[in-house]
């Protein structure tokens, strides 16, 4: 499995630590930035981030910043990248199950390490149900 990672410099710490749990898991993976808690715009890791996930070279992605809000709906400008904002296990379970969610945003602000690591479990180990739910996501793409 590869991952992508992102973040803004209020999702940095917690992204350090997903690194840090994705690392001794042996996953693969690519850290987009940003690299430092000093201000920057999220667009500027998320925009790349996407576009690796949307070509294949990743698997997931992992986006992160304050409420998660931003940065996941900049990578949801991406035609084949299906962003989903998840703070709890079950959101999570159901962006993977119903709708196929290629990248998982994360509020750094309102979830604990913890929390972000189960959340990412159930992410990442969670399968697509196909069936009706093709169909719907069958209809998102716009171009």
Same mark, same amino acid.
């Given at each position: 499995? &590869?991952?992508?990672?992102?973040? *803004?410099?209020?999702?940095?710490?917690?992204?350090?630590?997903?690194?840090? !749990?994705? %690392?001794?898991?042996?996953?693969? @993976?690519?850290? =987009? +930035?940003?690299?430092?808690?000093?201000?920057? /715009?999220?667009?500027?890791?998320?925009?790349?981030?996407?576009? #690796?996930?949307?070509? +294949?070279?990743? /698997?997931?992605?992992?986006?992160?910043?304050?409420?998660?809000? +931003?940065?996941?709906?900049?990578?949801?400008?991406?035609?084949?990248?299906?962003?989903?904002?998840? !703070?709890?296990?079950?959101?999570? *379970? =159901?962006?993977? &199950?119903?709708?196929?969610?290629?990248?998982?945003? @994360?509020?750094?602000?309102?979830?604990?390490?913890? %929390? #972000?690591?189960?959340?990412?479990? %159930? =992410?990442?180990?969670?399968? =697509?149900?196909?069936? &009706?739910? %093709?169909?719907?996501? *069958?209809?998102?793409?716009?171009?």
């Amino acid at each position: 499995m &590869r991952i992508a990672l992102a973040s *803004d410099h209020a999702g940095f710490a917690l992204k350090e630590k997903v690194i840090e !749990w994705l %690392q001794t898991n042996k996953v693969s @993976l690519h850290d =987009f +930035g940003c690299y430092t808690t000093d201000s920057c /715009d999220y667009p500027d890791y998320a925009h790349p981030m996407s576009a #690796a996930v949307e070509k +294949g070279e990743y /698997d997931f992605g992992i986006a992160i910043c304050s409420t998660g809000n +931003g940065i996941t709906m900049t990578c949801n400008h991406h035609q084949g990248i299906r962003a989903a904002l998840c !703070w709890d296990v079950p959101l999570a *379970d =159901f962006a993977r &199950r119903h709708n196929n969610a290629n990248v998982l945003g @994360l509020p750094a602000n309102y979830i604990t390490v913890s %929390q #972000a690591i189960d959340i990412i479990k %159930q =992410f990442l180990t969670t399968n =697509f149900e196909g069936g &009706r739910h %093709q169909r719907r996501i *069958d209809k998102i793409p716009t171009a």
